[in-house]
């Protein structure tokens, strides 16, 4: 090896036990969840990971292979919308926590918000048209629209 290069596989750091198991008990981690999409051009929803939903990146539908790119004002919604909701709920969680609530009732507090949220994120992909060129249904499919 020349006396003037570097090993960087020496430095490289491995995630130790505590830090995979700290997030993947972590259930309100919006890193993990899953965003609903409805395709512009079939109409049939798909999920998105929210940790790349971002103005600009291209997802594809994988029921058409449509195009799906989000605008600013989509991803200014969604991101608001996944921070107000995260923001509540560690709060509601800390309250929880501080009364001396039981892991029960954290788990039952965490899945009602949760339910809720995920109805509320598919209203919002019912409401939000991303960027791109519509596709004009052809044949049969486009005498009934």
Known sequence: MPANSVDYTATATTPGPAEDTTRQ???????????????????KPFKVPYRHFQAGVVFHCPNCRGSYVPTLPMYQRVHDK????????RQRQEDLLQQGADEAALRALIDRERADFEQ????????????????????WAAMFT
């Open 82 to 89: 996944f921070e107000t909701f995260f923001a509540r709920l």
């Open 120 to 139: 509320s994120l598919e209203q919002l992909a019912r409401e939000l048209r991303p960027a791109g060129k519509m596709v004009r249904r052809k044949g």
């Open 25 to 43: 008990s972590d259930p309100v981690d919006p890193l993990e969840w899953e965003l609903p999409a409805i395709c512009k051009d079939c109409e």
